[in-house]
């Protein structure tokens, strides 16, 4: 059976974050974990770009910051601004956490935050859900808070092309053929 991984909804989202950093009954908090899959959501980044980072690796240049990687699964160069707010919760994580500038800002495998996300999704009943489901959601809502710029998401996620991006985040034709009603623009 090909199991195929979901996008968040922005519920899913928050309950799982909570519940990770909270814990439960047989299960510790890990705040680690829940930093490095709101990193996910929140930079489109995959969880094997993700373990790899460090703070020096986010870089100022003029007014804003920047981020220089080679993505772990394509080889491909990425670079891309990162919101001063962003920014911020990283460099005060690390500060609370104290995570040198050059220190790897997640000393964990991806496994271990696989792991830890399948115990909590199973707690919460949640099916269908990775740890790239992170990444899906982020795609989703740049879509959505983009009035959906196909080209804009694609370019975000380095895809090949618009309609691998249509694929990935599940555009399906009722989507499709509501956008356009929406659009209308007949009472002018």
């Known amino acids: 059976m090909n199991k195929r991984t979901v996008a968040l909804t922005t519920e899913q989202y928050k309950e799982i974050i909570s519940t990770m ?15 490095a899959l709101m990193l996910e959501a929140n930079l489109g980044l995959r969880i094997s770009d993700i373990v790899q ?3 020096c ?3 100022k240049d003029g007014n804003r910051y920047r981020l220089a990687i080679i993505e772990q699964k394509t080889g491909k160069a990425r670079v891309f601004t990162v919101p001063l707010a962003l920014y911020q ?13 050059n220190d790897l800002i997640f000393p964990v495998t991806e496994r271990s935050v696989q792991k830890h996300l ?4 199973d707690y919460l009943g949640f099916s269908g859900i990775s740890t790239h489901s992170f990444r899906k959601y982020y795609a ?25 991006t249509q694929r990935y985040i599940g555009i399906q034709q ?8 929406s659009h209308l623009k007949l009472d002018v």
Request: overall charge positive; hydrophobic content about 35%.
């Open 140 to 164: 989703t809502e740049i879509y959505k808070n983009s009035n959906y710029n196909i080209a804009l998401v694609q370019q975000l996620l380095q895809h090949s092309s618009a309609a691998v």
């Open 89 to 101: 919760f990283i460099r005060c994580y690390c500060l609370d956490n104290g995570i040198g500038s």
């Open 21 to 35: 950093k909270q814990g439960f009954t047989g299960c510790r908090p890990n705040p680690r974990a829940a930093t």
């Open 57 to 59: 690796d986010i870089v």
């Open 53 to 55: 980072l460090r703070l």
């Open 118 to 121: 399948k115990t909590v999704c």
């Open 174 to 181: 009722k989507e499709l053929e509501d956008a356009i009603e």
